[in-house]
């Protein structure tokens, strides 16, 4: 797989990307300022060389008018279709889940977050999207086999996805529905391991919700964005994101390559883009280390999405990890 970067060559050749790229700041508004102050912002040229077909950005801060993703979208080759959605991050609970003795802080929010729309979710797209249903408001308890337990904190609220849960329909030549998520790290808690528990969770909402033929939204699918677990390093419930991986449903078009690195804790990988096995993969990378935007890096797959293509046959559902 290669992992320097290059612009789709084919008509029918679509690149889906996901990225944790740095743009979500400490309070509202900020980012909109420096979009529109036209001194560079870190991270569009990253975009921008890559120059995927369709994105989904996991770090953003969302804005009721989706002026910052506008801006965004023109200072990075132009995007003519949108999508965002208020998040859980930031969004208020009424209760101090993180046992500070304090009420409305980062730490109570549905997901961590210090303003309502805080390092949100958005999709830029070369293609039409449509939102075919959006899971972000299903409480943690209610999810198959879930890892959350009576005495954790906020039991009867707390909603499963730090960040969003959506099923969008992009109109490629051959139409696909992108599956998103960007899960919590598995850290910042104690020895009850919560923040763990709940990103495993995360990261299996998706093969569970599939399993399941009242709930799978329309294949074929591509599962995009953020795991926060690596399969075998650093902290985190390895064994999710390794169920995932060998799920037979769907493509691992790179296996073992890091898309993240810090300086105390090495390469790890926590972004992904999985397709569907019935879609063709023609190529995949990872971008390089770009300067001040963030310890992650942009990941990326070009899919023959030719409308006349025969598609392998897919393999059938199969039952959702257990606990």
């Not at 990225?19 to 001194?39: C, M, N, Q, T, Y």
């Not at 969008?168 to 850290?187: K, M, S």
């Not at 169920?243 to 769907?250: C, E, K, N, T």
């Amino acid at each position: 797989m290669l992992l320097l970067l290059c612009g789709p060559a084919l008509a029918d050749t679509v690149r889906v990307a996901t990225w944790d790229g740095k743009f979500s700041r400490k309070h509202p508004g900020i980012l909109v300022k420096e979009l529109a102050s036209g001194d560079p912002v870190p991270g569009v040229d990253v975009i921008a060389e890559a120059s995927p077909d369709v994105l989904l950005l996991t770090d953003l801060d969302y804005d009721a008018g989706l002026v910052a993703l506008r801006l965004l979208a023109d200072q990075a080759g132009g995007y003519p279709h949108l999508f965002a959605q208020r998040p859980n991050t930031g969004r208020p609970t009424g209760l101090d889940l993180d046992g500070d003795g304090r009420l409305g802080g980062p730490g109570d929010a549905q997901g961590f977050g210090w303003f309502s729309g805080q390092s949100g979710m958005a999709v830029l797209s070369r293609y039409p999207v449509e939102l075919i249903s959006d899971n972000s408001a299903i409480l943690w308890r209610d999810v198959p086999s879930t890892a959350m337990v009576p005495e954790d904190t906020g039991h009867d609220i707390q909603r499963l996805a730090s960040s969003g849960f959506w099923a969008l329909r992009i109109d490629a030549p051959t139409p696909f529905t992108l599956l998103t998520l960007a899960a919590t790290p598995p850290v910042f808690d104690g020895p009850e391991d919560r923040n763990g528990r709940r990103g495993r969770d995360e990261v299996l909402f998706w093969p569970n919700r599939l399993s399941n033929p009242a709930t799978a939204p329309p294949a074929p699918w591509v599962i995009a964005g953020k795991f926060n677990i690596d399969p075998m390093r650093g902290d985190g419930r390895h064994e999710a994101a390794r169920a995932v991986l060998a799920d037979p449903r769907w493509t691992d078009p790179l296996p073992g390559q890091p898309t993240a690195a810090w300086d105390d804790l090495g390469e790890l990988r926590l972004s992904y883009v999985l397709p569907d096995r019935a879609l063709p993969v023609l190529d995949a990378g990872v971008t390089p280390p770009a300067p001040d935007a963030g310890p992650h890096r942009l990941v990326w797959v070009d899919l023959d999405l030719a409308p006349t293509q025969a598609q392998p046959p897919r393999p059938p559902p199969r039952p959702g990890p257990s606990r």
